[in-house]
């Protein structure tokens, strides 16, 4: 049996849109008919929205998608569509979750939920009074690094946890000698941009789905490059952080740090780290990999080694030599692709959705705590 769901994709042209949900997910899905719901293939059906036509039928056609539209309210209106999914830029979701939600649609969407927890709230109340389904994209659990430290985690392997550290960053440049490779509304309040609200809503469900509730957290925010210039060639002040540094104390008891910047080169293996330390062991992940080091392996490290009287050459040591590489533990799938395949069986069967706008409300959390942390040079409780 092969049964459809329709869903709306809004701001399909978009980067994130076009590229992890439409390419790397949905059209997937479609072609090779993989999903299964209770015994039935589940092909999704899809309807396009955006602003632009020439843009919106190029992506239609290059994925072979004959719906789409640049009119909201008859999106809105159709109800072959049940699923309205929110990709385009933050700062218009508030409004358009609001309307999908009164037009009765079940709601799947990016990340941020709203432009505050307050705002985060009222959606979560107005969607539970309909009885409608609700979700939030949390994808970076679903990295095979992380998938390999979560695997880790519920093996016990760490003893009892003591550290962690997350790293995160690229130059971002900021169009003077080369065009930026982030859209300017990244850079601007009124646009829903800054790192804060943009990337530790992911810090948010990684730290806190991979270790435990955050207690409390302090945060240091800054603006390393405040002059870009944007997709016009006009030059703009950059009125959001675009750096920030944070510590955090978990319920555990464990502490760990945040550092996230666009405006730092890459030195690491990835763009994105996490180490964990254990009283048996540590972990460190990137967006890929996964590496241990056991309580046994552990290097007797008595100081720093700045070489001896005899050569220079026995200057550096390898630390590196005593981790373990973890072998892969499942065949890769697309991390955008698991929150798909999750909400559609929940819109379907009623199925438990872990991202829901309770957890998403909990990721805006985190960067408004940060936010505040940083104007007012104090710990703020997330408890
Ligand atoms: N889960 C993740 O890892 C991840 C990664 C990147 C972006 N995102 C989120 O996805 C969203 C889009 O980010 P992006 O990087 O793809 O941005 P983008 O600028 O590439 O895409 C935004 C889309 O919104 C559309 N849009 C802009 N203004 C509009 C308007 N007035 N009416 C209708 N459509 C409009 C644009 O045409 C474009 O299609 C953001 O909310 C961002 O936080 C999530």
Not at 134 to 162: A, C
Not at 172 to 177: I, R
Not at 357 to 363: E, L, N, T
Request: net charge negative.
């Amino acid at each position: 049996m092969v049964k459809t769901i329709g869903i709306i994709l809004n701001g399909a042209t978009g980067r994130i849109c076009s590229t992890q949900h439409l390419e790397n997910s949905l059209i997937p899905m479609r072609e090779n008919k993989d999903l299964l719901v209770n015994g039935e293939i589940v092909i999704p059906d899809l309807l396009l929205l955006g602003r632009n036509e020439k843009k919106l039928s190029e992506i239609a056609n290059k994925f072979q998608i004959t719906n789409w539209t640049t009119d909201l309210n008859s999106a809105l209106a159709n109800e072959n569509y049940p699923i309205f999914f929110d990709a385009a830029s933050t700062h218009l979701r508030l409004n358009l979750l609001k309307n999908a939600i009164d037009a009765g649609k079940h709601i799947y969407t990016e990340k941020p939920l709203a432009p505050s927890v307050e705002e985060g709230k009222t959606l979560l109340q107005t969607v539970s009074s309909k009885n409608l389904k609700h979700g939030v994209v949390e994808d970076k659990l679903f990295v095979p690094g992380l998938r390999k430290m979560n695997h880790l985690i519920k093996e016990d392997f760490f003893g009892r946890i003591v550290n962690f550290n997350l790293t995160f960053g690229w130059w971002v440049f900021d169009g003077s000698s080369q065009k930026s490779q982030r859209p300017s509304w990244n850079y601007k309040k009124s646009g829903g941009g800054g790192l804060l609200f943009d990337m530790y809503p992911h810090w948010r469900y990684v730290i806190e789905g991979l270790l435990g509730p955050i207690k409390r957290v302090v945060s240091a925010n800054w603006t390393a490059q405040p002059k870009r210039i944007d997709e016009e060639e006009i030059t703009y002040k950059v009125d959001v952080e675009d750096s920030s540094a944070t510590i955090l104390e978990l319920d555990s008891g464990a502490f760990g740090t945040i550092q996230s910047s666009w405006a730092t080169r890459v030195r690491v293996e990835d763009l994105f780290t996490l180490q964990i330390d254990g009283t048996e062991g540590s972990g460190y992940s990137t967006l890929r990999n996964c590496w241990t080091q056991r309580a046994s392996s552990t290097p007797r490290i008595t100081g720093f080694n700045l070489g001896g009287d005899k050569t220079t050459l026995e200057f550096k040591t390898n630390y590196l030599k005593d981790w373990e590489e973890v072998p892969e533990i499942a065949p890769y799938k697309n991390p955008y692709r698991f929150g798909w395949e999750s909400f559609i069986e929940h819109v379907l069967t009623d199925s438990p959705f872990i991202s829901n706008f309770s957890a998403g409300i909990r990721d805006i959390e985190l960067s408004e705590a940060c936010l505040k942390s940083g104007s007012t040079s104090s710990w703020i409780s997330m408890t």
